[in-house]
């Protein structure tokens, strides 16, 4: 990592590279998940006490290092006041534990979960494998949860601020209880928000996870019209996105994106992870001795990129301006995150690319965001959306 931007950014993105980039430089060594939970622990604790003298003056000071404060990265969008596009994606704080503290790490806007009805253990363990010198992961963690009411509870615990009166934004995404049948879908997810709905600035159906069996039926117009229609009824709604895959084929984005500009949904994710192995099939994991091919789950990290990329592109060419659209998948850079955005994404989120590269990553995107807005000459981020502006 460039020692100048570890300076510049503060202590936490040096113990991050100091400490925790060794061990996220081998595939077999501290399990994945095992560091994941730990250091989510960790932040859930800090968050519970970030009001208290002396931890508060630490965060904050965490924080200075961390956010990029620049009126030129900020945007109104579905109605929510964003500081700046970088997010944190669904499935690192699936419970919310940590919710207080997302913006210290200079993200714009988190996402919690995914969460569902029911809370439920997931998928067995092993199922979730880092892939280190890929810079990507698989994982097959199967919405695994305390569920919405459990999540209700532990946000309350955290006493944030209403959404509106927020320094940043928080979506919630929520999932299908793997033991709901697919015809009962709508009840599951309407049950979910009704509970969570006060504490969410916006709201992400979550339809195309591979890791519950027949979710990504849900991504049918005609499924996501009655689910959709379901929701919107439930008082206090929040602005509903939509969540699909990179594995559609071009007709299934088109009819998507058909989709939310006759439903008027407040946007479109794009996307999740991936049941490609992008040219990794043979890839041995060295925790299980089978190939990528052999193995189940969702590819995520830099070989994501390009896929998720074109999808950005042919979302955007079907929904024209009509439809806010996040682009997730791949984003470890700034190059990456500022093309995702040239592309049509009118925000973006990171999750693998930041477990690898630290929280760094954030002020740094944010830091080349600036300087390519001052070389192209655009006023502000959201002349970039869609304007396919190189990376100079």
Not at 189 to 197: I, M, P, V
Request: with cysteine; aromatic share 6%.
């Amino acid at each position: 990592m460039n020692e100048k931007l570890v300076f510049k950014h503060g202590i936490l993105a040096s113990f991050y590279s100091r400490v925790l980039t060794p061990f996220l430089s081998k595939d077999e060594r501290i399990d994945a998940e095992s560091l994941s939970q730990l250091a989510l622990e960790v932040l859930g604790q800090v968050s519970l006490r970030r009001t208290w003298p002396g931890v508060s003056e630490v965060i904050s000071a965490a924080g200075d290092n961390l956010r990029i404060v620049d009126g030129r990265l900020e945007q109104e969008i579905f109605g929510c006041q964003f500081k700046n596009p970088v997010g944190l994606a669904a499935g690192f704080d699936k419970n919310g534990i940590a919710a207080g503290l997302w913006d210290q790490f200079g993200f714009g806007f988190a996402e919690l979960g995914t969460v569902t009805m029911k809370g439920q253990p997931g998928n067995t363990r092993p199922r979730l494998f880092r892939l280190a010198y890929e810079q990507a992961a698989l994982n097959r963690m199967g919405f695994n949860n305390n569920g919405a009411d459990k999540m209700l509870r532990t946000l309350q615990k955290q006493c944030l601020k209403k959404p509106g009166n927020r320094s940043f934004i928080l979506g919630i995404n929520l999932g299908k209880s793997k033991v709901t049948p697919l015809e009962l879908a709508s009840e599951d997810y309407a049950t979910s928000l009704e509970l969570l709905a006060p504490q969410a600035d916006y709201v992400v159906i979550n339809v195309s996870s591979p890791n519950t069996p027949g979710l990504r039926e849900l991504q049918s117009a005609k499924q996501l019209r009655r689910l959709v229609k379901r929701l919107r009824v439930i008082e206090m709604c929040p602005p509903l996105l939509v969540k699909i895959a990179p594995d559609l084929e071009n007709w299934a984005i088109d009819e998507i994106a058909n989709f939310a500009c006759e439903e008027r949904l407040a946007g479109l994710i794009a996307v999740n992870t991936s049941l490609d192995r992008l040219g990794l099939g043979k890839r041995l994991l060295v925790q299980t001795g089978r190939t990528l091919g052999e193995e189940q789950g969702g590819l995520s990290g830099s070989p994501l990129c390009l896929k998720a990329l074109a999808v950005m592109r042919r979302l955007r060419a079907s929904v024209g301006s009509d439809v806010p659209l996040i682009g997730v998948g791949g984003i470890d850079s700034p190059q990456a995150a500022w093309e995702r955005i040239a592309a049509g994404a009118s925000l973006v989120q990171l999750y693998t690319g930041w477990i690898f590269k630290g929280p760094d990553l954030v002020p740094s995107i944010l830091e080349g965001f600036l300087s390519q807005l001052d070389l192209h000459g655009f006023k502000k981020i959201s002349d970039v959306v869609g304007s396919e502006a190189p990376w100079i």
